[in-house]
Structure formats: structure tokens, C-alpha cells
């Protein structure tokens, strides 16, 4: 089954502790993307990979990092710096390749909740 | 700087009525415009791009650069048709994909 998968679904953690949320595909494609969901905020952009080993800051990449060692994964550490890390996140991946342009394909999405 | 604006956070009209969800975009470059759409409960996913200048599930919609503007429309608005619409923006050579707050559409019976 070809796709996006990320986990968990759903995460609590308590103020001032790391958590790694996991983001996977075999769609073979080069670009992945980390986004944040918040209500009446759309999609905003943390951090993106067009290639193995290499990521740039999105428009709020502050209080985040990311790793990209193999194509397949972009893991995703919400830090204790983040000052308000409660939110949806999205991974998504795409492809320069011929008709996909530019589409990019979504991942179910992680719920963090930070209490 | 690449920016998306969707001016309306909730539309609400009548099955049957036609309906047009704004977007706007300001890029100093080539864009290239999509929508996204999510249904409940369900991942979000392309409805068009302007590059195929195709029609998916009657909807349109036409990069106008003069006004920097990429509207969504339907004729006729079906109650499968509520969801929520996100206009993206990306570049010819970048990978950067960014959104618009998104707009709630809410067909009624």
C-alpha cells in the first residue's frame, strides 16, 4: 500500500520535553515537507527536504528540527523551545517527475498535545 | 515573498447555486497555483492544478497574473462538495509549497 505514513496518530507530552514525530514514504519521491495545522491559520510551512541530507526553514521552522538521512524518512523534533507546540501536523511528500509536478501527497497527520 | 491569501474562512450557499472560493497570490516569480481540498475525516488532497487546466468534479479554476488571482468555481454546488479548500502556491523551480488559511464550504439542502 503505497503512501504517506506517519505516526502516532495521536501524542501527549508535558511542557519542556522533546518529541520526534515519524514520517515515512515509499513513493519514491525527492521532496518531503513538514507543515502545521491550526484552526483559521491553514497550513504553514516548518521545514522542507528536496534531497537526501539537506532541509531548509519553512516560515516557522523556530522550536523545530529535522533530519533527512535516507529518502524514505523525515522525522520531525518538536523541541521544549517551541513556545506553543499543541497543533495538527502534516507530512507530506511530492515529485519533480514528469505529470506530478508539484503535487504534493498528505499524510494522515500526528494530534501533539502538550499539557 | 510567496504569500496566499483566501479571503473568506466559511462560505455557505444553497445546493445547486454556484459558488467561487478566492485566492490570491503574490510571487515575484512563475507560480504555480493548486487547490486542496479535505473532506471529514479524510487526508488532504489535490482537486486541481492550473498547469492541466483540467475540470474535477465540475470545479475550475484560471490563473488570472493581471489580478494574481486563482479562483475556484462550480455552477452548481453539490452538498458532497463541503469541505475544506486550500489554495497552495509554489514556484517552476522551487519545492516550496506554501498555503492559504483555507476556506470552509458549507452547501446546504
Known amino acids: 500500500d503505497g503512501g504517506i505514513t506517519q505516526s502516532p496518530k495521536y501524542l501527549f507530552r508535558k511542557e519542556g520535553q522533546n518529541v520526534t514525530l515519524s514520517c515515512e514514504q515509499n513513493l519514491n519521491h525527492d521532496a518531503m515537507y513538514w507543515y502545521r495545522q491550526d484552526p483559521g491559520q491553514g497550513l504553514r510551512l516548518i521545514y522542507y527536504?528536496?534531497?537526501?541530507?539537506?532541509?531548509q526553514k519553512g516560515d516557522i521552522a523556530e522550536g523545530y528540527s529535522v533530519s533527512r538521512e535516507k529518502k524514505e524518512s523525515f522525522p520531525l523534533t518538536v523541541t521544549s523551545a517551541q513556545k506553543n507546540p499543541t497543533a495538527f501536523y502534516l507530512c507530506?511528500?511530492?515529485?519533480?517527475?514528469?505529470?506530478?509536478?508539484?503535487?504534493?501527497?498528505f499524510g494522515e497527520g500526528s494530534r501533539l498535545t502538550v499539557l | 515573498a510567496q504569500r496566499v491569501t483566501q479571503p473568506e474562512k466559511l462560505l455557505s450557499v444553497f445546493k445547486g447555486a454556484p459558488v467561487e472560493l478566492k485566492c490570491n497570490y503574490s510571487y515575484s516569480g512563475s507560480p504555480e497555483l493548486f487547490w486542496y481540498v479535505q473532506y471529514s475525516r479524510q487526508r488532504l488532497q489535490l482537486l486541481l492544478r492550473h498547469i492541466s487546466r483540467e475540470s474535477i468534479k465540475g470545479f475550475t479554476a484560471d490563473l488570472n497574473k493581471g489580478e494574481t488571482s486563482f479562483h475556484l468555481k462550480k455552477p452548481f454546488a453539490q452538498e458532497e462538495d463541503s469541505a475544506m479548500y486550500y489554495c497552495?502556491?509554489?514556484?517552476?523551480?522551487?519545492?516550496?509549497?506554501?498555503f492559504g488559511a483555507g476556506t470552509r464550504l458549507f452547501v446546504k439542502a
Open positions: 497552495a502556491l509554489g514556484g517552476m523551480r522551487s519545492f516550496k509549497t506554501i
Open positions: 527536504s528536496q534531497i537526501v541530507n539537506d532541509f
Open positions: 507530506a511528500s511530492s515529485s519533480r517527475q514528469a505529470e506530478n509536478t508539484g503535487e504534493l501527497f
